[in-house]
């Protein structure tokens, strides 16, 4: 039937085409609702002559979906190495690659339909795609109904990234018009009018409507689509019923070689198919929609699905290669225990290979659930394998539960190398949750149970190397760095003879950064190096080694190397679904943001870490960031946060929480003048934990607020450049310069405001006004009046200190320059960043202010007062103001 009123979808296709083949690829996704024609203007446009190679996959509605399901229907067409590596369940960078490369290699046009169906993998795949999308002569087309009522976090967050991405376009198929109708319904005895009402305008409704007999509606329209699918089916021969409902139990289409395992004949197949129910396309026979599918399997009466399920779960098992995942669906549904435990195990490690950890979860606990009582070893192997995937999602608590049943039988069986696994395992997922006590105390009985047994090359040798490095890694958390090395250096002589590459990560990043703890200049070359080898095709070991280097990065106040780190690593950690590392940086972007002053997306990042993340580990910048933005700017809640960051640096006790965590009650004492009993302690940590190596910068930064309270404290060694060292030198001067190169404004305000000197504390007003630090520029403002100083900057009009512009306080300063006409070389000399970054943030810019050139911004930038009146007056005429410093 004619396809109506998808004109300007078909053109915006071509124009993608046309595009990709000339080298600019890109990712189109068509959202709708179920029914609304996105699978037919998909076939519409791939059957264009101009369209070159068509790959087809398809995201089925499986229980549990099939790992990489699209990419195993387009696999023939792939060719080798792609079918070869998916046959052997290769890891999914190799996939990812391959794909790539024939995406590269010539124009394809490659469709993934059904996307509200798809498995992690899939959509990890396509977050792949989307960034290197525009470097290819080809072009996706995904489509996904737009009316699911919970659609999946990872198809959410895609779509997400759709939105931000150049080389993606996200379109929204409608209804048809009473028009377009009227047009379908043509001479039929059919009001369109009310045929419209019925339908919505849903494409497939109407179709189904208009093209059945006129006999079967009899001048009755049905009055849903359920009914208008099932009124094909009446009338149908037995044979034809039962292949009907056999097809509506494959919620996929079922292939060609399976028809004679499940009896069907030609006759059947010829009555489905004049009926208007069924088609044929390569991967064999289906419905012509899944609405048919559904309405057929909704009138199947209760418990005849059983046997049904049954039979297609036998045909399937006579085929060479059957995939795990459908045959642990028809085994559930036909409610065979021992079938299921056999698939969904099998689908599990499918799923776990191919990084769809989500579904790799839920496939063993179908396995275990239904696994034989007696069978011990396999149910704690199970539990092994069903702890590491939830631990990988971020689901700690069930991820502990299942480590200590796994234990509890290996124990049962007197295993002990998988005792000590399910110790070692609890070492980290304890520590993760935030009970460092506990990690620490089942590190060490990983390490009893598997040191006896640990002979050279054994099993349980390799298992002992990774309880060391694990017990090696707490310590240096904990700064303890001389434990660290020691741990280090017997994992080191028990992996002597081991091959595991993921030990070798963990003693690489436990040596690297304790050398960065202890100030070696080689150890951070060396760990970016490796990381920097490896690419994008991380596994969580080396997402943990990112994480490692952005936090000491951040720590140490390399503030622009930092920004480059996370910009290179988070996306990784997206793209192969390690949440637990994403939401850690994530929490150290939102710190580091708060450094650099871009205080809204500062509270962004912490927000969105406090919603998603169940990690206690990775709660505590967040909690910290939020408190203290709202502390300096005045606003609610700030009290809350501060202390649920405090109760997690105590309930971590590690110095890099606790120092920081201390600093931000004293500062909350400073600008409220409100005092704080626990400060009392806080000489006594500074002298602690302050005194470990790697605790210089927040050391020193606690330092400092201790002395602008009053409090007599040792004061560690701090590295001479430091800026804390040179405001307890009594240069707080030299300070705000240091801070100003390091790109940390509101610091530099700090330290300004410190000196006592009226021009300076004037310039760090206007510092603190532009980064809407409101309560901390309304004390400095009350303590210049306190001491009689007169001529104190007036607090400045909404007017100018909002930014209709969305800039953040950082672009603010870009922007500025900008308006004096500096390029970007002398944007960064003067904020003292990369030039690379000025770049960044005048594109930023640009984008945000919707205009095309430098002078254009400079234009709104004045419109909207973010350049100050002083800076448009002669600056002669106001010689007895100070320069305003730039941040």
Not at 345 to 364: I, K, M, P, Q
């Amino acid at each position: 039937m004619e396809l109506l009123e998808r004109e300007d979808e078909l053109r915006l296709l071509g124009r993608a085409w046309q595009e990709a083949r000339s080298g600019a690829g890109s990712i189109v996704v068509l959202g709708g609702e179920s029914g609304i024609g996105k699978t037919s203007l998909a076939r519409l446009f791939a059957a264009d002559p101009d369209v070159g190679d068509v790959l087809w996959g398809v995201c089925d509605p499986l229980g549990v979906p099939r790992p990489l399901g699209p990419l195993h229907d387009v696999a023939h067409d792939l060719g080798e190495p792609a079918a070869g590596l998916l046959r052997a369940g290769a890891p999914p960078h190799e996939l990812h690659r391959v794909l790539l490369e024939a995406l590269t290699a010539r124009p394809v046009l490659l469709v993934v339909d059904d996307l509200q169906w798809a498995d992690e993998a899939t959509i990890d795949l396509l977050r792949f795609l989307l960034r290197r999308i525009a470097g290819t002569c080809s072009l996706v087309l995904a489509t996904y109904r737009a009316d699911e009522p919970d659609p999946q976090p990872a198809l959410r967050a895609l779509l997400g990234d759709v939105a931000r991405t150049p080389a993606a376009t996200r379109m929204e198929l409608g209804p048809l018009s009473v028009a377009a109708v009227t047009t379908l319904v043509g001479e039929r005895h059919i009001d369109p009018d009310r045929l419209h009402r019925l339908t919505r305008g849903n494409s497939f409704f109407v179709t189904e409507v208009v093209s059945q007999d006129p006999s079967l509606i009899d001048g009755a329209l049905p009055v849903s689509v359920r009914d208008a699918v099932l009124a094909r089916t009446a009338g149908l021969d037995p044979g034809a019923r039962d292949l009907a409902d056999l097809l509506a139990c494959a919620p996929g289409a079922v292939p060609d070689a399976l028809l004679p395992a499940l009896g069907v004949g030609i006759g059947p197949l010829r009555t489905l198919d004049g009926a208007g129910l069924i088609a044929r396309d390569r991967r064999g026979i289906t419905y012509r929609h899944d609405i048919c599918r559904l309405a057929v399997a909704g009138a199947i009466p209760p418990g005849g699905e059983i046997d049904l399920h049954r039979r297609m779960l036998e045909a399937l098992e006579t085929l060479p290669d059957p995939d795990p995942a459908v045959l642990a669906h028809h085994a559930l549904a036909a409610g065979d225990d021992g079938r299921v435990f056999r698939y969904a195990a099998r689908a599990g490690r499918v799923a776990a290979g191919s990084g769809a950890h989500t579904e790799a979860a839920r496939f063993f606990t179908q396995a275990l659930e239904r696994a034989p009582r007696e069978a011990l070893s396999a149910r704690a192997g199970l539990c092994e394998l069903l702890a590491h995937e939830l631990f990988l999602t971020n689901r700690l608590d069930e991820a502990i539960a299942a480590c200590h049943r796994a234990i509890a039988w290996h124990r049962a069986e007197d295993d002990l190398d998988g005792v000590g696994a399910g110790h070692r395992s609890l070492a980290s997922f304890e520590w993760y949750h935030g009970n460092r006590d506990r990690a620490v105390a089942h590190a060490a009985t990983a390490i009893e149970v598997l040191e006896p047994r640990a002979a050279p090359g054994s099993p349980a040798a390799a298992l002992l190397g990774h309880a060391l490095s694990i017990q090696g890694f707490l310590a240096m958390q904990d700064n303890d760095l001389a434990t660290a090395r020691e741990l280090l250096r017997r994992a080191h002589d028990v992996a002597d003879g081991v091959e595991d590459d993921a030990l070798e990560v963990r003693m690489l990043v436990v040596d690297t950064v304790a050398g960065m703890m202890e100030g070696d200049p080689s150890a951070r070359a060396r760990l970016l190096d490796a990381l920097e080898a490896v690419g994008d095709e991380i596994q969580v070991e080396h997402s943990t080694c990112w994480t490692q280097l952005a936090h000491l990065d951040v720590e140490q106040r390399r503030l622009d190397a930092a920004e480059t780190v996370l910009g290179r690593s988070l996306p990784l950690t997206v793209q192969w679904e390690y949440p637990l590392c994403e939401h850690w940086q994530r929490g150290m972007r939102a710190r580091l943001r708060g450094m650099r002053g871009d205080w809204d997306e500062a509270v962004h990042d912490a927000r969105g870490v406090l919603t998603d993340s169940d990690s206690v580990l990775t709660h505590t910048w967040p909690s910290l960031v939020l408190g203290l933005v709202a502390l300096r700017r005045g606003g609610d809640g700030a009290d809350a946060h501060l202390e649920r960051g405090w109760e997690l640096a105590l309930r971590f006790g590690e110095p890099l929480r606790l120092l920081p965590a201390a600093s931000a009650l004293a500062e909350r004492c400073w600008v409220t003048g409100t005092a704080d009993p626990r400060l009392d302690g806080a000489p006594g940590i500074l002298a602690g934990a302050g005194a470990r190596p790697g605790t210089e910068w927040s050391a020193g930064e606690l330092a400092v607020w201790l002395v602008r309270l009053g409090y007599t404290a040792t004061v560690p060694d701090l590295p001479s450049d430091s800026p804390y060292a040179l405001v307890l030198a009594g240069d707080p001067r030299a300070a705000a310069e240091r801070w100003a190169e390091l790109g940390s404004p509101y610091d530099q305000a700090l330290a300004l405001v410190d000196t006592g000197e009226p021009a300076d504390v004037f310039t760090a007003l206007e510092i603190l006004d532009r980064l809407g630090a409101d309560a901390v520029a309304a004390k400095v403002r009350r303590d210049l009046r306190g001491r009689g100083i007169t001529g104190v900057p007036a607090r400045p009009r909404a007017t100018t200190r909002t930014n209709p512009g969305g800039l953040t306080a950082r672009q603010v300063d870009v922007l500025r320059l900008v308006a004096e006409g500096l390029t970007n070389a002398g944007i960064a000399a003067r904020l003292f960043i990369s030039e690379k970054t000025a770049d960044h943030h005048v594109s930023a810019i640009l984008a945000k202010l919707d205009v095309p050139t430098r002078r254009e911004a400079a234009v709104v930038a004045r419109r909207l007062g973010v350049v100050p009146e002083r800076r448009r007056r002669d600056r002669g005429s106001n010689g007895d103001r100070p320069p305003v410093a730039q941040a």
